[in-house]
């Protein structure tokens, strides 16, 4: 049943630019954009088959696509229905499908409007992007809809709504930031759209006061409400930052998009770590005080429409490591002691997930993936984790950690099968040396040395998906090589997950057991969120190239580095941006 595709860029396409801040239609079809109704929130609560409106599909983060006409039996028949070219530059870019229509925000600011049927351009904006722009290296996940308007964020800290019949503003709004150099901030998370607010997370690097989530209400893009999750020393979890003044508190940036549960109206995000560890490392003797640093590496809950704080739950206190649990949070209905549970479940960059009442934020369970040494034990009650020697720098010694801070896992999102409550996340086995503190650290102010280096008796393959049975809490099938995966992953009803690596290949496998069923050469890394929709009657795999960031370009050097052989990477053919969408013939 397998077979391999090997497919190649197209090279005739025309690049068109149209004039700054402006929407341009190229004469595509009126009656597609015409006949688009309103997104409302009952759609996006409970969204079609064949539409996807949400950064993972769906609020619950699950990644995964109902639709079952490519199935195990047919894949391997898959091929190249089109592709357009993109502009040049880093990003993670989601596209968005409704009723025939794909959005897509492209780099530096571009968002296009395209026939989701044939790639034909309907029209076109670019935002004239100011002079404090962020530099983008990390790329954006993407846009929002709601209503009839596009939520799109911008580099240079701005949520613009554009009508999604013609492209043009409806709304602006400037994020304001107090910081002396504002093109730390960035927008890189896609809006999550929650009872009517937008609710759009800010990341905040090396700043005094760390990063926050807003609250933006979506008919007047005026802003509600501001949730900083760097705790100042007023705030509840103030007294968890070793005393140290607010100037010096510094990370909680949010990367990545949340989660929303309308049923208990709550929001979910992962605030990530700080770079200022130095300050963290030793605690103070002042009762009452502790160097957790809140709400760095927690879950929160918050209320979409006032920014309330209704619960908190902290992975791992005082990262020293840089190891961020800032990513995805996950909502699954699963059974816990017998009694059915709504948990929300995500992992950090040590590839161990940790599973929470989604109402409460009590503890339920964890799944080490066998990535890391720095937890020792977790308490089966509370959740809290005792650690190693090893997650605490020390001036004399260096120390194996693993993973390194590129992480066992990072923003490449699983998916999860509701129908099996099966989980499939995309994995890298990496470690390091932890040097002595007092070094020249680019990454933390502790200054211990980071140096990568391959996990204890590795057979020298870094990449792995990795299946996991919630059910049972269990590792299932494990699928390993040499190349690190690239994307997130992308789980359908036909039986198929679907995932891209640093060689530019893009797999299906099978969901049972793991075998490769399908494979093709893209023609550039993908660094970026595959979706599926179905559109004409026919079911189409969509994903966008060419566009990888600092996280592709680390590991390849981590592969490079675990082989020595970079002839392993001599055939990549870097054909340049676009956009690849599959189906069968």
């Known amino acids: 049943m397998f077979q391999r595709h090997w497919i190649h860029a197209a090279t005739a396409f025309a690049w068109i630019v149209a004039a700054p801040a402006m929407a341009q239609s190229d004469g595509g079809s009126p009656d597609l954009l015409a006949d688009l109704r309103p997104v409302t929130a009952e759609m996006l609560a409970n969204p079609s088959a ?97 209503g009839t308007n596009l939520i799109v964020p911008t580099l240079d800290l701005r949520l613009l709504a554009l009508d999604f019949r013609t492209g043009e503003p409806v709304w602006e709004h400037a994020i304001a930031v107090t910081a002396d150099r504002p093109s730390r901030y960035s927008l890189r998370a896609a809006p999550l759209l929650a009872d009517g607010v937008i609710v759009q997370g800010v990341t905040a690097t090396m700043v005094p006061e760390g990063g926050f989530i807003i609250g933006i209400d979506a008919g007047s893009g005026e802003e509600l409400w501001r949730f900083q999750t760097v705790a100042g020393p007023d705030d509840p979890g103030g007294h968890t930052w070793n005393d140290i003044a607010l100037s010096e508190r510094q990370g909680g940036s949010v990367w990545v998009t949340g989660s929303y549960d309308p049923e208990l109206d709550l929001v979910f995000f992962g605030p990530a770590p700080t770079y200022h560890t130095a300050p963290l490392l030793d605690p103070v003797a002042i009762q009452g005080v502790s160097n957790d640093a809140l709400y760095t590496n927690s879950t929160i809950a918050l209320r979409p429409r006032s920014g309330e704080l209704a619960w908190h739950f902290q992975h791992v206190a005082n990262d020293q490591w840089d190891l961020d649990w800032s990513f995805e949070r996950q909502i699954i209905e699963i059974y816990v002691d017998g009694s059915p549970r709504k948990a929300v479940i995500t992992a950090g960059k040590i590839a161990l997930y940790d599973a929470l009442d989604a109402a409460t934020g009590e503890y339920l369970f964890s799944i080490d993936l066998g990535l890391q040494n720095l937890v020792a034990s977790i308490d089966p009650q509370s959740g809290v984790k005792t650690m190693n020697p090893n997650a605490r720098p020390n001036a004399e010694n260096a120390v194996l950690i693993c993973p390194q801070p590129i992480g066992g896992r990072n923003w490449l999102a699983g998916a999860v099968n509701p129908e099996s409550n099966m989980l499939f996340l995309p994995l890298a086995e990496t470690c390091m040396m932890g040097g002595p503190t007092g070094g020249d650290s680019q990454l933390l102010s502790t200054g211990a040395a980071i140096s990568g280096i391959a996990p204890p008796d590795s057979d020298g393959n870094v990449g792995r998906l990795q299946a996991i049975n919630l059910e049972t809490r269990e590792l299932a099938w494990s699928f390993r090589e040499f190349m690190p995966p690239s994307s997130a992953v992308l789980a359908t009803g036909g039986g198929l997950v679907f995932g891209a690596a640093v060689d530019q290949s893009f797999k299906a496998f099978d969901q049972i057991d793991g075998e490769v069923l399908w494979k093709t050469d893209l023609g550039d890394i993908a660094a970026s969120f595959p979706i599926s929709y179905s559109v004409g009657g026919k079911q189409h795999i969509a994903l966008v190239v060419g566009q990888p960031g600092l996280h592709s370009q680390a590991l390849i050097g981590i592969a490079m580095q675990t082989s020595g052989d970079i002839s392993r990477f001599s055939g990549l053919t870097r054909e340049g941006p676009s956009l690849v969408v599959f189906a069968l013939p």
């Open 50 to 146: 064949g539409n996807w409106l949400i950064w993972r599909k769906t609020y619950d983060s699950h990644g995964f696509s109902p639709l079952d006409q490519i199935d195990t039996e047919n894949v391997d028949q898959l091929a190249e229905a089109w592709r357009i070219p993109l502009g040049q530059g880093s990003s993670m870019a989601t596209p968005l499908v409704h009723d025939g229509v794909m959005f897509l925000a492209d780099t530096n600011d571009a968002v296009l409007a395209l026939d989701a049927r044939s790639g034909e351009e309907l029209w076109r904006y670019e935002h004239e992007t100011g002079a404090d722009a962020t530099a983008g290296l990390n790329g954006k996940f993407g846009i929002a809809i709601y």
